[in-house]
């Protein structure tokens, strides 16, 4: 049973820091691109951060250049998302996507609420 369960998300006042987790199971995590997406009402879903398979090839958004970092541990199956410098332009439900190139197969989280508020 494939999952992808997001945590780390709340409530923060501008300026401040959260880091998002994802862990997968139920597939082969290092066969997958890994990329957290976020959306919030009345908005398009954007691609906040994609990172590789060995976890290169690292890219952002140009909204959360230089504040954001997305990482993998492999060993642990898991993808992260480190948010500073927060914004409430950032609140936004933030799930993680999962992408295999050769068979196309696709997994989504349950997605995490991030609110950037004072």
């Known amino acids: 049973q494939v999952q992808l369960v997001e945590s780390g998300g709340g409530l923060v006042q501008p300026g401040g820091s959260l880091r998002l987790s994802c862990a997968a199971s139920g597939f082969t995590f290092s066969s997958y691109a890994m990329s957290w997406y976020r959306q919030s009402p009345g908005k398009e879903r954007e691609l906040v951060a994609a990172?590789?398979?060995?976890?290169?090839?690292?890219n952002y958004a140009d909204s959360v250049k230089g504040r954001f970092t997305i990482s993998r541990d492999n060993a642990k199956n898991t993808v992260y998302l480190q948010m500073d410098s927060l914004k409430p332009e950032d609140t936004a439900v933030y799930r993680c996507?999962?992408?295999?190139?050769?068979?196309?197969?696709?997994?989504w989280g349950q997605g995490t609420q991030v609110t950037v508020s004072s």
């Open positions: 990172i590789g398979r060995s976890g290169g090839g690292t």
């Open positions: 996507n999962a992408k295999n190139i050769w068979n196309m197969n696709v997994y």
